[in-house]
Nanobody, 124 residues
Framework: QVQLVESGGGLVQAGGSLRLSCAAPGRTFSTYAMGWFRQAPGKEREFVAAVSWSGGNLYYSDSVKGRFTISRDNAKNTVYLQMNSLKPEDTAVYYC?????????????????WGQGTQVTVSS
């Protein structure tokens, strides 16, 4: 029913930066917290970052804290993930998701709708 579309993935050298975007064409998720997750080959999907509906509360996994920044522009119905100081271990498919009200914020079980993912590859 709700389709999220991620964009901005690509190939970048270690130490470089990339900005991912997440949007829902024809829909709005401005009243919901949003999250970013990633999944590398052979690994389970892991939490990366989340932002509250107003943008006032930010959550990050320890592995990306200080390097990644999640933000949102509710007027544009868009969520961003700014990734700086990228490392090869950041290589994964990155997914955007809509948080379920009252659910856990830092695991996939707390999210209801997901995008198709965008590939991020960091070369050494």
């Amino acid at each position: 029913q709700v389709q999220l579309v991620e964009s901005g993935g690509g190939l970048v050298q270690a130490g470089g930066s990339l900005r991912l975007s997440c949007a829902a064409p024809g829909r709005t998720f401005s009243t919901y917290a949003m999250g970013w997750f990633r999944q590398a080959p052979g690994k389970e999907r892991e939490f990366v970052a989340a932002v509250s509906w107003s943008g006032g509360n930010l959550y990050y996994s320890d592995s990306v804290k200080g390097r990644f920044t999640i933000s949102r522009d509710n007027a544009k119905n868009t969520v961003y993930l700014q990734m700086n100081s990228l490392k090869p271990e950041d290589t994964a498919v990155y997914y955007c998701a809509v948080h379920r009200v009252g659910a856990t914020m830092t695991s996939s079980e707390g999210y209801a709708y997901w995008g198709q993912g965008t590939q991020v590859t960091v070369s050494s």
